[in-house]
């Protein structure tokens, strides 16, 4: 079975320009979410879609945003990116969105490097 | 807001010693869940153990086992018989419901032999 895949593993863009993540989830997994991982943050929640909805957010400016397609691959886009963008982004994918049911086992990929010089 | 902390930035352990990660979360939440994930040098997150809030029975996954104190807030990974291949940063992670995980800052863990 294969895992979360994400692409592309590594991207250099300047100061400005915009950027797309794609993230293709486990086979049948209908849930992607979407962290941001930096060595003065951490690990934080972007977002989450379920069934090509958005059904979670966290606290990041609107440069950040995403998307699902009905395959449930998931892009996530950042526009007039800054230096502090720079960072490790991380999907992962669920069987289901939880849903006041439970939190569920997330499936990571191993990450979209970003350097934004 | 739901923060979890982990206040060991750096831990060593000899391999087949036994190691203990801490974590400690605050909610005002009664049902949660909590998870310890692991990140080697390969940068792939991977799950180590999962534990409900409600179930008063401590996770225990082959050498990973969780000591989960709910008053106290406390749910720190005890690792036996430490290999090299659990050399990898380790993080502590807090969710209520759904999958937006709160993640601590993490504790890289050095095994050596």
């Known amino acids: 079975k294969a895992g979360v895949t994400q692409t592309p593993r590594y991207l250099i863009k300047t100061r400005g320009q915009q950027v797309t993540l794609s993230c293709s989830p486990i086979s049948g997994h209908r849930s992607v979410s979407w962290y941001q991982q930096t060595p003065g943050q951490g690990l934080q929640f972007l977002f989450e879609y379920f069934s090509e909805t958005q059904r979670n957010k966290g606290n990041f400016p609107g440069r950040f945003s995403g998307r699902q397609f009905s395959n449930s691959r998931s892009e996530m886009n950042v526009s007039t990116l800054e230096l502090g963008d720079s960072a490790l982004y991380l999907c992962?994918?669920?069987?289901?969105?939880?849903?006041?049911?439970?939190?569920?086992?997330?499936?990571f990929g191993a990450g979209s490097r970003l350097t934004v010089l | 807001a739901q923060t979890v902390t982990q206040s060991q930035p750096e831990m060593s352990v000899q391999e087949a010693e036994t190691v203990t990660l801490s974590c400690t979360y605050d909610?005002?939440?009664?049902?949660?869940?909590l998870f310890w994930y692991k990140q080697p040098p390969s940068r792939q997150m991977i799950l180590v153990i999962r534990?409900?809030?409600?179930?008063?029975q401590n996770a225990t996954e082959n050498r990973f086992s969780v000591n989960f104190q709910k008053a106290a807030k406390s749910f720190s990974l005890k690792i036996s018989d430490s290999q090299l291949g659990d050399t990898a940063m380790y993080f502590c992670?807090?969710?209520?419901?759904?999958?937006?995980?709160?993640f601590g800052a993490g504790t890289i863990l050095r095994v050596k032999s």
């Open positions: 992962a994918s669920s069987s289901t969105t939880g849903d006041g049911t439970g939190a569920n086992v997330l499936t």
């Open positions: 909610t005002s939440e009664n049902n949660y869940y």
């Open positions: 534990q409900e809030a409600y179930k008063q």
């Open positions: 992670a807090f969710a209520e419901y759904g999958n937006k995980l709160v």
